[in-house]
Nanobody, 122 residues
Framework: QVQLVESGGGLVQAGGSLRLSCSVS????????MGWFRQAPGKEREFVTAIGWSGLTYYADSVRGRFTISRDNAKNTVYLQMNKLKPEDTAVYYC????????????????WGQGTLVTVSS
């Protein structure tokens, strides 16, 4: 059974930076795509970014150029470096994994971690 533990969120002013972490256990890390999602108050959960086993990355238009996804296979951990944060980035951030990038983009999963809250003040 996969376990997902997100961390690193907090309160930051607009223009600032945060680095989120997602620790994965219970699966072969290198065989999965890993993605980040976020859900703002009153809004649907949305896809943010993903990284594949080959290092290929995918970004939502809203974060491209500001956010960077990376992974450390030795630590079974993926990261989200968030720069130039905007108030509209405020959300609970979640991670998830899938062998299929197409399914990961959809994000229709029964299991999610606890998420980590990012609050960006103006």
């Amino acid at each position: 059974q996969v376990q997902l533990v997100e961390s690193g969120g907090g309160l930051v002013q607009a223009g600032g930076s945060l680095r989120l972490s997602c620790s994965v256990s219970g699966r072969t890390f290198t065989s999965y795509f890993m993605g980040w999602f976020r859900q703002a108050p009153g809004k649907e959960r949305e896809f943010v970014t993903a990284i594949g086993w080959s290092g290929l990355t995918y970004y939502a238009d809203s974060v491209r150029g500001r956010f960077t996804i990376s992974r450390d296979n030795a630590k079974n951990t993926v990261y989200l470096q968030m720069n130039k944060l905007k108030p509209e980035d405020t959300a609970v951030y979640y991670c998830n994994i899938d062998p299929s990038i197409s399914r990961l983009r959809v994000g229709a999963y029964d299991y999610w971690g606890q998420g980590t809250l990012v609050t960006v003040s103006s």
